[in-house]
């Protein structure tokens, strides 16, 4: 093992500074715009004015007498209204992967903050359903953009002690970002006939806050030394640490850069059988977070509980009361995941998470048929389910989604490896956010035990396994972690010989 890779064991472990905590705060509002995105659509799609301008069909549809509560909204065009955004920053990502390094993290947070401005500028002047797909297609950028920077960014700044805290800064202001999406929807909702233009433009508000805010920050000391600008670094290093005495984190640093140098290529090295342990868990557990079902509630809360006979005020008032308790359990996690570690969270929340969505399913099945009404006592407590799962998945899969793959590469792989976790992340997003509607009205209240045998094995993963990554430095993983573990430790067994290494 190298000599620098030990010492970084406290180098990397390093204090709290203001600076790192002014930076990751800004950088997360790149979370913010990702986050009123998700909290803003499932309202305006449920607002009867948007309907009659561009959904004419459902807005007949949700207001015909007796039809089938489970098919109300079933449309497609509708569904791609909110997906086409995520098929965007799949594209989108991937591109910023490489602007990431080559350029850096700090100008790719500036690129989204732009797309997403300009994506919400043309949906607030929508006249016709292109203009509108336009618009998201670049907020869609934007959030690739974004999601990809804002993550790695702050987990490189971040002393390992504090990293699991400072990174889900991003995921809580997604929440706060859904929340905020959630209000104002329940006010537009009043504005008649333009109040959805206001929902919709109001996406420029943090991405102008993320723009200025950005211009402010450090770029990482990583990506400076990794493009060669090691004074630059060095400066940026010591900025940020509030001391001078860096050298063994700028050793370490500068170790890990000439590593990467002497690799193949990012993606070429993510094909190597040594990267193989990051790749898959840093994927899969982007495909777990989706399939946790979380973005049904996310997206179509208001839609659901229109489906169980709220009036669209009640629902949108519950899609708050969700994105309060969103938010507040979010601080849960800031608070725990450097002390408990991150897989306490994950298998503690997945069995929160599968006796909610269970006790959902059994509710529906018993009490929401296709043309009655769910009386009002269960429809509460369905509510209380929603918020039950809302809270766990807050303190666990949600933040961790993002926290662990941005944490388990070493440097030459790890904007490359990155981009498959948000690239995950968007696909399987767009895939539910495409297809949650017509699965309500084919497969009914059973959706919801679709999302159960998921929750089962992705809490079967993270116990068996999902490594533990608490206050390990970000550049010594593949020593103390990945080596180490049971199972994943059979591809480093002989990294100069790995091909003998069957998967
Ligand atoms: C997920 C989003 C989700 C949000 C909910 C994020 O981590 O990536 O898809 O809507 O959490 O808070």
Same mark, same amino acid.
């Given at each position: 093992?190298?000599?620098?890779a ?27 715009m ?82 997403? =401005?300009? !994506? +919400?500028?043309?949906? /607030?002047? #929508?006249?016709?359903?292109?203009? @509108?797909? $336009? ?40 929440t706060?970002?859904?929340?905020i ?18 929902? =919709?433009? !109001? +996406?420029?508000?943090? /991405?102008? #806050?993320?723009?200025?805010?950005? @211009?402010? $920050? ?49 993606f ?13 868990c ?7 977070q ?12 208001p ?5 169980m ?12 009361v ?10 849960i996690?800031?608070?725990?995941v ?100 017509t699965?309500?009205c ?62």
């Open positions: 093992m190298p000599a620098m030990v010492v970084g064991a406290d180098g990397g472990g390093g204090k709290l500074t203001g600076q790192v905590l002014i930076c990751s705060i800004i950088a997360a509002f790149g979370g913010l990702f986050g009123y995105d998700i909290g803003i659509s499932g309202g305006v799609t449920s607002m009867d004015d948007f309907l009659i301008k561009f959904f004419p069909s459902v807005y007949v549809k949700k207001h015909r007498a007796k039809q089938n509560n489970y098919c109300k909204f079933n449309d497609q065009y509708l569904q791609l209204f909110t997906s086409s955004l995520y098929l965007a920053a799949i594209v989108a990502s991937l591109i910023a992967s490489f602007v990431c390094k080559k350029v850096g993290r700090k100008p790719t947070m500036q690129a989204a903050s732009v797309f997403f =401005l300009v !994506g +919400a500028i043309i949906n /607030a002047s #929508a006249r016709d359903l292109a203009m @509108l797909i $336009i618009g998201r297609l670049l907020l869609g950028a934007g959030v690739g953009f974004g999601n990809q920077a804002v993550p790695l960014f702050i987990s490189e700044i971040a002393p390992a002690n504090y990293r699991g805290g400072l990174n889900i800064c991003f995921q809580l202001l997604i706060v970002g859904i929340l999406a959630n209000i104002i929807n329940y006010g537009t909702s009043r504005l008649h006939p333009n109040g959805w233009r206001v929902s =919709l433009g !109001g +996406a420029a508000v943090p /991405a102008i #806050a993320l723009l200025i805010g950005s @211009l402010t $920050i450090v770029e990482t000391p990583t990506s400076l030394i990794e493009r060669g600008k090691l004074d630059e670094g060095l400066r940026a290093l010591k900025r940020i640490r509030g001391t001078d005495s860096v050298d063994t984190e700028y050793e370490e640093i500068l170790h890990a850069t000439e590593m990467a140098k002497k690799a193949e290529g990012s070429r090295s993510l094909a190597k059988p040594s990267s193989r342990p990051q790749l898959i840093g994927t899969i557990i982007q495909i777990f989706q399939f946790t079902g979380i973005n049904v509630i996310m997206f179509y809360a839609v659901l509980f229109q489906t006979g709220f009036g669209s005020d009640a629902s949108l008032l519950s899609a708050v969700t994105g309060l308790i969103n938010v507040a359990s979010t601080f996690a800031i608070f725990t450097d002390r408990c570690g991150r897989k306490v969270l994950l298998i503690e929340a997945a069995i929160q998470m599968l006796v909610a969505q269970c006790t959902m399913g059994i509710t529906l099945a018993i009490h929401l048929k296709s043309t009655n009404e769910i009386p009002n006592g269960y429809a509460l407590f369905v509510v209380f389910l929603v918020s039950f799962f809302v809270a766990g998945f807050a303190w666990s899969w949600g933040p961790l989604g993002w926290l662990i793959p941005s944490e388990i590469y070493p440097l030459e792989t790890r904007s490359a490896g990155f981009f498959f976790a948000v690239g995950m992340n968007m696909l399987c997003t767009f895939i539910i956010a495409q297809v949650f509607l699965m309500l084919t497969m009914r209240s059973a959706t919801f035990f679709f999302f159960s045998a998921w929750i089962v094995v992705m809490g079967c993963f993270a116990t068996f396994m999902l490594p533990e990554t608490k206050g390990i430095p970000i550049d010594e993983m593949n020593e103390r972690v990945w080596k180490k573990h049971w199972f994943w430790k059979k591809y480093f067994k002989d990294e100069d010989d790995n091909q003998k290494v069957g998967f």
